[in-house]
């Protein structure tokens, strides 16, 4: 098992855009970089060849308008708000493509929550099937 970690606020997949006739991804330069740093925390070990699992836990920071004894009573509790948690995890699943694995195919489970935090960011392992 093996846990990678996207600091920030959790980033969900956008559908794609279309302008002047032409279909364009808006979050091209954040990918890079989430996948960037996955790839580095990787290292130079080998991708992911055999099916895997994939644990995610998205930490949402309670809003700054809530009181600090609100916020503090939501720490580790469900986040219910948006963004969807499947659009989430196909962001993840598409920067890894290629920095762990070669194609999405090979995750064969998912499990996935979003919860509230301290410090907003994403947390995932990798374990071997």
Do not use: W
């Not at 809003?63 to 989430?88: C, G, I, T």
Request: charged share 20%; proline share 7%; glycine share 4%.
């Amino acid at each position: 098992m093996v846990e990678y970690q996207i600091l920030g606020a959790p980033v969900p997949l956008h559908r794609p855009r279309f302008s002047k006739g032409k279909v364009y991804n808006d979050q091209k330069s954040q990918m890079l970089i989430d996948y960037l740093s996955i790839k580095s925390q990787h290292g130079k070990r080998s991708l992911y060849q055999e099916p895997i699992h994939l644990e995610i836990t998205f930490t949402f920071q309670a809003p700054q308008s809530y009181s600090p004894k609100k916020q503090s009573m939501l720490l580790n509790k469900p986040h219910q708000a948006r963004p969807d948690l499947d659009n989430l995890v196909k962001y993840v699943m598409d920067i890894c493509t290629g920095a762990l694995y070669t194609d999405d195919k090979i995750v064969t489970s998912i499990s996935a929550e979003k919860i509230y935090g301290l410090h907003p960011k994403t947390i995932f392992t990798v374990t071997k099937l």
